[in-house]
């Protein structure tokens, strides 16, 4: 299609969103979008052209000055877009689909050594894998394919024939995105990970072990209740022990069908491995049992090339210096997206958290954060984060439901999963990092210097079994620290009056 002119329209509704004044001008993106008639994810923030002399965001929108109006071009519009708005693989992806080889020729002769047009340039020929009727560049300094004052880059690698370093994270089978804000640099600046590290080398190394195993139980506990299930407990020990090998085997595909294994040890109803078939989360018709989808996951036939490149990304990063929790945010959100399993997903989504902080030494040899725990207690937030990817993708996938209550996707769908922005699921996880370090860890711990301090005077002034020290503790716990009549009258009918009153006020004395 061609594009020589007027790409941008004076709207005030676009895609069913209002914009902030009457009769603004797309632009970047949103004109893109709006002109080629793209059928992509919208982006964070759209622009548009203010009718006033001052920058300003409202909701949705970022509002530029008349004097940031781009020239009305393709080229136009895409230098705009990269300058402010940063890189939409996604975006790009189904635009190149559109553009003429030629297009983006003559945009080269006529900027050869401009920075902008030398990354659309690499991006038209890396999204496409084609190669242009260009001689490589042989001016001009080398630039960033992302922007890092708008994303976080990953490791570079560089291009000759462009003069661009490609230092995007993924690779073109999957590459997710996350753009800086003020609150993940905020979080970054903290290095919770030293942070951590200070706090637990000063506790004493048996109490940490005992934390250690605790919270491995409690983190289990917690994936499963997210699911809604309540397992056994030795199904729950047994996924907890699976969780503190994280960061100890690499991910590969054997390692991913090891871990449903794990998950799903009655495998006589499930399907183990890639899937074979759709899939979805959400409900069916109570009558008709056709489903109502909340997420529809990657088609059967992406599987193996979303995961291979999901592994890739992994290895990456892991070599890299990019941040841990952002890694953790593109690799256990893109599998639990893609959603590669007939069952299990969840859990494993949730281990890969852990896995990533682990690989990349953020959480501490021996020491699993019991991330799981503080998501339950935040158990809206994450289903809001969650649907914020899956929402408006379900209006660009096609499907019809199946006989046996599933879905078949009839259009092609990998650039929803393999590109996509990660940054609302980065802010909520580096949030629930915060809560484990600065609330959760430093609780479980002062817990157990307590109840030790508990056990050592129990130890003191009765000779009394082990079990029935943890069981006065706990009944004491569960009271607000008063022993209950059925406890007195029952497992500790021995103790006297005097006894009980000296241990409840022993009880409240450490505890609170």
Request: charged letters at 30%; one cysteine or more.
């Amino acid at each position: 299609m061609s594009s020589d002119n007027h790409i941008s329209e004076v709207v005030s509704v676009f895609r069913r969103l209002t914009l902030p004044e009457q009769n603004m001008q797309l632009a970047g993106y949103s004109a893109l979008i709006h002109y080629y008639n793209l059928q992509v994810p919208l982006p964070r923030v759209l622009s548009a052209i203010s009718n006033k002399n001052n920058r300003y965001t409202e909701g949705k929108w970022s509002a530029f000055t008349p004097r940031h109006e781009p020239e009305d071009t393709l080229l136009g519009h895409l230098t705009f877009a990269l300058k402010y708005e940063g890189v939409d693989l996604a975006i790009l992806n189904a635009l190149f689909q559109q553009t003429d080889d030629s297009e983006i020729e003559a945009a080269v002769h006529k900027e050869p050594t401009g920075s902008y047009t030398r990354r659309i340039w690499f991006f038209y020929e890396w999204l496409s894998k084609k190669t242009l009727n260009l001689k490589d560049a042989k001016k001009g300094n080398y630039v960033n394919a992302l922007d890092s004052s708008i994303q976080y880059p990953g490791p570079e690698e560089r291009s000759k024939r462009h003069r661009v370093r490609n230092n995007l994270p993924g690779t073109l089978d999957f590459c997710p995105l996350i753009q800086k804000t003020e609150k993940l640099d905020g979080f970054i600046e903290k290095k919770f990970d030293k942070k951590v590290s200070e706090k637990l080398g000063e506790i004493n190394s048996d109490l940490l072990s005992r934390a250690a195993a605790f919270l491995l139980l409690k983190d289990s506990k917690a994936s499963y209740a997210i699911e809604g299930e309540r397992p056994a407990h030795n199904r729950a020990e047994r996924w907890g022990r699976a969780i503190g090998q994280a960061g100890q085997r690499k991910l590969t595909k054997d390692e991913f069908i090891r871990l449903q294994q794990i998950v799903i040890p009655d495998s006589r109803f499930v399907e183990m491995g890639w899937r074979q078939e759709g899939g979805f989360i959400g409900v069916h018709e109570r009558v008709s049992g056709k489903p109502i989808p909340d997420h529809i996951s990657a088609k059967s036939e992406d599987i193996d090339r979303l995961m291979n490149g999901l592994i890739k990304l992994s290895l990456r990063l892991n070599e890299s210096d990019y941040d841990a929790v952002l890694a953790s945010t593109l690799i256990a959100f893109g599998f639990v997206f893609i959603h590669p399993f007939e069952d299990g997903n969840g859990r494993i989504h949730r281990y890969l958290i852990h896995h990533v902080l682990a690989e990349k030494e953020f959480s501490p040899k021996g020491l699993i954060f019991p991330v799981s725990a503080v998501i339950l207690e935040r158990i809206d937030d994450y289903k809001t984060v969650l649907e914020s990817y899956s929402r408006q993708r379900l209006d660009l996938i096609e499907w019809e439901p199946t006989d046996n209550g599933n879905v078949e996707v009839k259009n092609d769908t990998i650039d929803l999963y393999r590109f996509f922005d990660a940054t609302k699921q980065a802010e909520f996880l580096y949030e629930c990092v915060e809560t484990t370090i600065e609330e959760t860890l430093p609780e479980e711990v002062s817990y157990l210097e307590n109840h030790t301090k508990m056990r050592d005077y129990i130890e003191q002034k009765f000779d009394m079994p082990d079990k029935d020290m943890e069981n006065l503790i706990r009944f004491l716990r569960q009271n607000d620290g008063v022993l209950s009549k059925r406890a007195r009258n029952g497992e500790f009918e021995a103790l006297t009056n005097d006894e009980i009153k000296a241990l409840e006020e022993k009880f409240s004395e450490i505890f609170n």
